[in-house]
């Protein structure tokens, strides 16, 4: 995560990063600080899809509708 977080401290307008940084976040078990994060990604670039799948899964794993994912592969639902 620390490099995350400092490449967008590095560039704070990059809503790549930006959400980069909040999807280590999901997966390292912040979810506030993630929800945080793809809200200032999506402010950034409304129409960046991934930004927006990422907000929802945020949204849902926050919510209770879905389980805190650890990996990617748990992310996806690929993990066994």
Known sequence: MPIARRA??????DASLRCNLALVLLLTG???????????ARAMDPSDQIA??????????NNGRR???RSLAELEGRAR
């Open 8 to 13: 967008s401290e590095l560039a704070p307008s």
């Open 30 to 40: 912040s979810v506030d600080s993630a929800r945080d994060e793809i809200r200032a």
């Open 52 to 61: 927006t799948l990422l907000s929802k899964i945020i949204d849902e794993v």
């Open 67 to 69: 389980a805190q994912p």
